[in-house]
C-alpha cells in the first residue's frame, strides 16, 4: 500500500481533532448538533486549516455517507461560468438521502471565480438552498462579490500560534517515530510562515533519511537561512561594511540556493531585531520596498540585492 502525504496523512478526520480556530470549530460543533446550518465563507491565508475544518465537519455530519453528501470542486481549475451551470448546479439539485438531508458544496478557491460565474452561483445558492449548504474557501474574503457574502457567514481563520504548532508537530513526531530537537522545532514554526502545509512538507522532506530532525536539516530542506545570517548581512550593511555584506549575500544565494525575493523576505521579517535606531529601520524598510517592487518589475536581482545593500550602507555614512 502506498502511503498518503503526510498532508493527507495527518488531516484532521473530525472537529475534535483539529488544532487551533477554537471559536470557529467550537461553531461548527453546534451546526453538527443540530444538523443545519447557513451558507459560510471560510477566509484566511493558505495552509492555516481552511479545507481541513470543512472536510472535519463534513465527517462529523456525514459519517462514512460522504461521497453522496459532499462535493469538493477547485474554483481555480475552472474559473468560469460553465462550471456553475453543469458541476455545481448538477449536484446542488440532486436529493440527498443521508440521515442528515442537506448536502455540501465545498468550493475550494472560490475566489479565484470570475464575476459572472460568481452571480451565476448566487442564483444557484438562491434556487437550492433547501437541499444544499455551500462552504466557499477563499485566500481573499474581498474578492467575493457583496451578494454572496451578504448571504454567507464568514469565519476568518487566524495563523496558529505557536503552542498549538507544537502540538501539530507533536502529533507527527508520534506518530512516525520522529526525534526532534527544539531548535529543530523552532526552525519549522520559523520557516513555515505560520503555513501548516508547508511545515508538514518540510517535515515529510526532512524525515526521508533521517528520522533525527535537526534545525540544518530543516533550512536546508526549506531552503531558508539562519535568521543570525539574515541579521549579520543586515548588521555588516547598516555599519557601512559593504564588502562583509556582499559575502553574506553570496552565502545565502550560493550556499543556501536563496531567490532574492525568498531572502528579502527574510530581510523584512529580521529588521526588528537589529540593535539600531527606529528611523533607521524606517529607512531600510523603505530600501526593501524599493529593491522588492524592481525585482517585480523585472530588473537584475543579484545588481539590485547589491545595490540595496550599498544603500543601506550609505544610510550611516551620511549621518
Given amino acids: 500500500m502506498i502511503d498518503l502525504p503526510w498532508t493527507e496523512k495527518y488531516r ?4 475534535n481533532d483539529v488544532i487551533g480556530q477554537k471559536l470557529i470549530v467550537d461553531r461548527l460543533k453546534s451546526f453538527v448538533e443540530r444538523g443545519n446550518f447557513p451558507n459560510m465563507i471560510f477566509a484566511g491565508s493558505p495552509g492555516v486549516g481552511k479545507t481541513a475544518a470543512a472536510v472535519a465537519l463534513a465527517h462529523d455530519l456525514y459519517g462514512s455517507s460522504l461521497d453522496g453528501a459532499f462535493r469538493e470542486l ?5 474559473r468560469g461560468i460553465d462550471v456553475i451551470r453543469g458541476k455545481v448546479k448538477d449536484f446542488a439539485r440532486t436529493i ?14 472560490a475566489d479565484a471565480l470570475t464575476a459572472d460565474a460568481q452571480h451565476a452561483l448566487r442564483r ?7 437541499e444544499t449548504r455551500f462552504i466557499l474557501n477563499a485566500n481573499y474574503a474581498s474578492k467575493i462579490i457583496e451578494p454572496i457574502q451578504s448571504r454567507c457567514v464568514v469565519f476568518r481563520f487566524k495563523h496558529l500560534n505557536e503552542d498549538e504548532m507544537k502540538i501539530y508537530i507533536n502529533r507527527i513526531a508520534q506518530g512516525e517515530g520522529l526525534n526532534i530537537d527544539d531548535n529543530a522545532v523552532e526552525a519549522l514554526i520559523y520557516t513555515s510562515e505560520g503555513d501548516m502545509r508547508k ?10 533519511q533521517n528520522k ?17 545570517e539574515i541579521v549579520a548581512m543586515l548588521n555588516f550593511a547598516v555599519t ?17 540556493g536563496m531567490s532574492a525575493e525568498d531572502i528579502l523576505t527574510q530581510c523584512y521579517r529580521e529588521v526588528q531585531n537589529l540593535t539600531v535606531p527606529e528611523r533607521t529601520k524606517l529607512e531600510i524598510m523603505r530600501e526593501l520596498g524599493d529593491c522588492n517592487f524592481k525585482i517585480v518589475e523585472g530588473a537584475n536581482e543579484r545588481i539590485q ?14 549621518k
Fill in 212 to 228: 533525527n530532525i535537526t534545525e540544518q536539516s530543516i533550512y536546508n530542506v526549506a531552503a531558508r537561512a539562519r535568521p543570525k
Fill in 96 to 109: 440527498s438521502i443521508n440521515k442528515v438531508p442537506i448536502k455540501i458544496i465545498f468550493l475550494d478557491e
Fill in 199 to 208: 511545515l508538514t512538507n518540510t517535515l515529510q522532506s526532512s524525515a526521508l
Fill in 240 to 256: 557601512s561594511k559593504f564588502d562583509e555584506a556582499r559575502g553574506e549575500l553570496d552565502n545565502l544565494i550560493l550556499r543556501h
Fill in 124 to 130: 444557484t445558492m438562491e434556487m437550492f438552498a433547501a
Fill in 12 to 15: 484532521p478526520k473530525s472537529l
Fill in 305 to 318: 540585492m547589491e545595490a540595496m545593500l550599498a544603500s543601506i550602507a550609505l544610510l550611516s555614512i551620511k
Fill in 74 to 78: 477547485n474554483a481555480s481549475d475552472d
